[in-house]
């Protein structure tokens, strides 16, 4: 199912190519699981944010703002090394500070946001390593899910042969998951500059429980801080916590 949503006219194309190429090179150097962000505990489901490539965790800043008060937290913004060469290792990160969260929250289930690469690392952990028993939905922003013909072009790094069209990880991630419990809600543009064409921001699985959403003329950088995204997302994260997984 798609949903479309009306945005902005026009966007900063330079923000969406530095995604890939010019700012990959800026490092987050906080890659452990100590060095997350943990706001203090509410009674609510956990969020756990994971940033794209050249992102910092002050990406989602303004997200985190409008959702609060929906009934969800605490927010944690998970950090990772963008020089790693693999997404799955980042992904085993990932399923380390959900565990983490996990204990310091009773054991709820965790709510996953990822923008751009960060989808993708979200994805992985849920349906190649066994995420979906925690994990009962997953948010994507702007995330190359079939790839970005951006990373053709991009420095020739690891992880960006990754994002390629046909990649190894992405054709992994194609394979059947029959089973998996997750629900996936991938908001994409159709003015994604980094994502080429933007279309592969949909996630189409056969095996997955999804919703794509459209939103209209907004830029790779933007979807993150557009108030009607993070309307829809305060939504769609209000309907999760009445799933009985989140129960």
């Not at 908001?187 to 699985?205: G, K, Q």
Request: neutral net charge; aromatic residues 6%; glycine residues 10%.
């Amino acid at each position: 199912m798609t949903v479309r949503l009306a945005g902005l006219p026009l966007d900063l194309a330079l923000w969406g190519v530095r995604q890939f190429a010019g700012m990959f090179g800026t490092v987050d150097r906080r890659l452990l699981p100590d060095d997350m962000e943990i706001e203090p505990a509410v009674s609510g489901m956990p969020v756990v944010f994971v940033h794209g490539l050249a992102d910092r965790p002050s990406i989602f800043s303004k997200l985190q703002n409008g959702l609060r008060g929906c009934g969800a937290g605490p927010f944690v913004t998970a950090t990772y090394n963008v020089l790693n060469p693999d997404i799955r290792v980042a992904a085993r990160m990932l399923g380390e500070q959900v565990e983490r969260v996990r204990k310091q929250n009773g054991g709820r289930p965790v709510c996953l946001i990822g923008h751009s690469m960060g989808g993708l690392i979200a994805r992985y952990y849920v349906q190649r390593l066994g995420g979906d028993v925690h994990v009962p939905l997953v948010i994507t922003l702007a995330t190359p899910h079939s790839g970005t013909a951006m990373a053709l072009w991009a420095p020739p790094h690891p992880v960006l042969r990754q994002l390629r069209p046909g990649s190894p990880l992405l054709a992994e991630l194609a394979e059947p998951c029959a089973g998996c419990r997750t629900q996936f809600v991938a908001f994409y543009s159709n003015l994604d500059e980094a994502v080429i064409p933007s279309s592969r921001a949909r996630l189409d699985h056969p095996d997955l429980l999804v919703r794509n959403v459209l939103v209209d003329g907004v830029g790779h950088l933007m979807l993150p801080v557009y108030g009607t995204v993070i309307h829809e997302v305060r939504e769609v994260l209000t309907e999760a916590m009445e799933l009985p997984l989140a129960g």
